[in-house]
């Protein structure tokens, strides 16, 4: 039986992303015709499609790792085909999340407030799973899978050494609200809860209750890096763009500043959360 899905597609616009692949479809077609074997029975030893095989051979499609380990076997490659999954990884996710994920790996401070749902470097898989399900117009499987994938990737953060110092402010409103089920807010909280034991991350709720709000126009980025310079983003400046500008970057910490003021404090924002959680 053949597997559907041995691959993602390759954003057109993402220049970069279209050469590499590209260069690996061309690399592994050239290693099948060395053998002196066809697509079509390259396709069934694989257990994939001839279709898309030709895509992948194309530069259409990204393959997955499993795709060309498998591969790398059937053309008795040594490992050369295998090895072309580090090149495949830099540009599997879409351009928009590289660019984020390479800020963030050189980050050494992050200041972080989502005022709609829970920051998606908190969200277990399940809850970011369900808010790609609930997006409209809906995304493609395929993109659901593609933008899971760099979500899953980004967590790393956590596991650097030595680790950035992490500021978070969630909304009340966003760990009550059972988006994609009672069971999968449960973990989310659960998970928020392991979160706020790391040292080096400190996690605040903004209640419900709060008369003053200073985050209302939008949420904020703030990423701070050794050398001195940062970037930040708002929709609130400069129409959601990342911007290095000093003014600009003073707004939004200013904003941030008091957002956390208005906030719950670390330690009275994790006794809320166990309550939710006691609660769902």
Known sequence: MSVEEPSWEVDP???W????????????RL????VGLRAADFAVAVGYGEDMIYKIEGGKRIPRPEFLDRS????????????????VAKVRYPKKLRDLAKAEARAVEMQLYDPLNVHGLLQTPEYARGLLLMRRPAYTRDEV??????????KVVFERD?????????????????????????RQLEHLLEIAEFPQVELQMMPMAREEHAGLAGGIEVLKFEDGSAVGRSPAVASGRPVTDLRQLRILELRYGIIRTQA????????VI???????
């Open 13 to 15: 616009d993402d220049d």
């Open 17 to 28: 992303g279209v050469a590499v692949i590209a260069t690996v479809g061309r690399q592994l």
């Open 31 to 34: 290693r099948r015709e060395a």
């Open 72 to 87: 790398d076997a059937v053309l008795e490659a040594n490992g050369l085909i295998s090895a072309m999954k580090e090149d």
């Open 145 to 154: 899978e593609r933008y899971m994938a760099a979500r899953v990737a980004r």
């Open 162 to 186: 030595p680790a950035p110092e992490l500021s978070f402010v969630l909304e009340e409103w966003t760990l009550r609200r059972p988006l994609g089920g009672r069971e999968v807010l449960r």
């Open 264 to 271: 719950l404090t670390p330690r009275e924002s994790t006794d």
């Open 274 to 280: 166990q309550g939710l959680l006691g609660a769902t």
